[in-house]
């Protein structure tokens, strides 16, 4: 290869990504308990602003009709409470992948997360189904997972006694396996069927 080729899948809506699920994904090392968490945080604050909102009116209806200085109160602390949830809870996103693979180096990039690695030393490369992946390979502590969403295959690269998953775009992948290959160096694995 005399030039470097790049692969990129551009970055995507995440609730879990948000300023709350990005604080739980800071208190919790497992990342899925720190999804979880999001999911149960979330609701539970839904539920209670529901609530919040349905005691409030049971209790201040006739105010709120016949006082236009509480109605205006009223209705902007709705406004307020609805857009808090809003950008607190499900504005947040995936940071876009880039994978980058040069005469020597194989480098993806993901955000602040990035890996390079010498050619030389990967072992092997597979393209498994989404759900095989999930099932096998995504609860493995050894595998550095590269995606925004899963796409209906995954790529995996191993080097040494670690794993690459990434999940960009099923044709990518396949160009993927063709730039890494290198008959001396890596060997090549075909697609499995689950």
């Known amino acids: 290869m005399a030039h470097d080729i790049t692969y ?13 699920g990005r604080f739980f994904f800071h208190r919790v090392d497992n990342r899925r308990q720190a999804e979880a968490w999001y999911i149960i ?23 709120i009709t016949t006082n236009p200085v509480i109605a205006m109160w009223y209705w902007s602390l709705q406004i307020a409470a609805g857009s808090l949830i809003l950008i607190g809870g499900f504005l947040g996103y995936c940071p876009r992948i880039s994978v980058g693979v040069s005469e020597h180096l194989f480098r ?26 999930y099932r096998q390979w995504r609860r493995r502590g050894n595998v550095e997972h590269f995606m925004t969403h899963v796409p209906p295959d995954v790529l995996l690269i191993f080097y040494g006694k670690g794993c690459i998953a990434i999940g960009i775009d099923s044709d990518a992948h396949s160009d993927l396996l063709v730039a890494l290959n290198k008959p001396d160096s890596v060997e090549v694995t075909a697609p499995n069927v689950v």
């Not at 990129?8 to 709350?20: I, Q």
């Not at 945080?41 to 105010?63: D, K, R």
């Open 41 to 63: 945080a979330i609701s539970g604050i839904i539920v209670v602003a529901v609530i919040v909102q349905f005691i409030t009116w049971s209790l201040l209806a006739a105010e």
């Open 8 to 20: 990129t899948a551009r970055a995507r809506w995440c609730p879990s990504r948000s300023l709350l």
């Open 108 to 133: 993806v990039r993901q955000g602040k997360r990035s890996f390079e690695i010498d050619l030389a030393s990967l072992t092997g490369l597979r393209i498994v189904p989404a759900l095989h992946y």
